[in-house]
């Protein structure tokens, strides 16, 4: 299952853990990424804290926790090679996985259609 935030974080949720990311629009409205910098595996954050930061061509960014959870594992590709997350923002330009405090939580976010409808 997919949900979407008004930051243009997108999450793929699977038993619990969150495959979180930037969304196509937000890939879009910073150009090209020349740098990421992620968590570390074992941080506690809380929905809105600022869990990476990304910089492009353009402008520098936060991306934001999404849900409250802990950092389980990051995507160290996109730290060597920034422009993974241009190229396939939704699938191997993950950012980081979230085991999140309670699942439920993500019920509260975005399906696609609610998040189509928001940038559209």
Aim: proline residues 3%; aromatic residues 6%; charged residues 20%.
């Amino acid at each position: 299952m997919t949900k979407f935030t008004e930051d243009h974080e997108w999450l793929n949720l699977a038993d619990g853990v969150a495959t979180v990311g930037i969304t196509n629009h937000a890939v879009d409205q910073l150009g090209d990424l020349v740098f990421v910098e992620l968590p570390q595996v074992g941080t506690k954050l809380a929905k809105g804290d600022v869990a990476a930061t990304v910089e492009s061509v353009k402008a520098a960014s936060e991306v934001y926790c999404p849900l409250d959870g802990e950092i389980v594992a990051v995507n160290e590709a996109i730290v060597n090679d920034p422009s993974t997350v241009n190229s396939d923002p939704q699938a191997s330009g993950w950012f980081f996985k979230l085991k999140l405090a309670r699942a439920a939580d993500a019920d509260s976010l975005m399906d696609e259609a609610a998040y189509l409808a928001l940038v559209g």
